[in-house]
């Protein structure tokens, strides 16, 4: 599958860089990430692969601000990034959110809006109507007002996109977004990233499933708590790539093509 080129950013029209300079996170006295180094930027959408254990939400959560860097940097637009910044959105794992929280798909999408507006002030006519649209693109009018926990996997994870695109991010990150959905789930859920990176965002994703890689991605990063490559998909997804990520090709027998 052949994907656009970097594409300038939906919001302002400029073609925006993240770079990671020799990245080291550490989890008290043991590192969890080290020598880690890519850039990449608007309009492309790169899977994160890695064995468990690899380091792969730890990069999320440091390029989202949510963990301290140990040593090296993080640029966004030039700009290193050192706390929460509404451009960089995070998505968790599914498994991490708690379903049962008494709240409508309108509220966790209105909970994108928070930062800007703040906390204690009504928001605005353009505050709703970033909530609105963010609902509309998602194609979630007809479960606003349904409680999440009555919602199939995939509409979870459109629920928690379309909170993104009302905090207006650039920067799109989530953590192993295709766990637990079904075929047809899946299939809608890589068709709206795909959407997502062709109209100009960053998205980056940990990922497993081999097989739907190159379906979806533009760039691959492999990491077992360093860099092991980064590039094209058509470079860097590749036998002697994955072997040398996770020792044995995973899940695969010996054939990756």
């Known amino acids: 599958m052949v994907h656009p080129t970097h594409e300038s950013c939906a919001h302002c029209g400029h073609h925006h860089e993240l770079k990671v300079e020799d990245l080291r996170v550490r989890y008290r006295d043991v590192d969890a990430l080290q020598d880690v180094s890519f850039a990449t930027s608007c309009g492309a959408c790169v899977a994160l692969i890695g064995p468990n254990g690899a380091g792969k939400s730890t990069l999320l959560k440091a390029v989202a601000g949510l963990l301290p860097v140990a040593t090296g940097r993080i640029l966004w637009r030039g700009t290193k990034v050192a706390k929460w910044s509404r451009e960089i959105a995070y998505l968790p794992q599914r498994e991490n959110v ?15 809006r928070y930062p800007q507006a703040g906390w204690w002030r009504p928001f605005s006519p353009t505050d709703e109507a970033a909530i609105e649209r963010a609902i509309a693109l998602m194609g979630l009018e007809d479960l606003a007002n349904r409680q999440i926990s009555h919602l199939s996997g995939g509409q979870q994870q459109r629920v928690f ?44 994703a940990a ?21 092991i490559a980064f590039g094209p998909v058509a470079d860097v997804f590749t036998e002697e ?10 899940g695969r027998g010996k054939e990756v093509a």
């Open 98 to 112: 708690d379903w049962h929280f008494p709240i409508t798909v309108r509220g966790v999408v209105r909970m994108g």
């Open 161 to 204: 996109l379309a909170r993104a695109l009302a905090q207006e991010a650039h920067v799109l990150l989530l953590d192993e977004p295709f766990t637990g959905l079904d075929r047809n789930s899946k299939s809608s859920l890589a068709a709206t990233l795909r959407k997502l990176t062709e109209e100009g965002r960053l998205v980056i």
């Open 207 to 227: 990922h497993h499933d081999m097989d739907n890689v190159r379906d979806i991605y533009d760039e691959v990063l492999l990491l077992h708590r360093r860099a």
């Open 241 to 250: 790539g994955l072997e040398a990520t996770f020792g044995v090709l995973p």
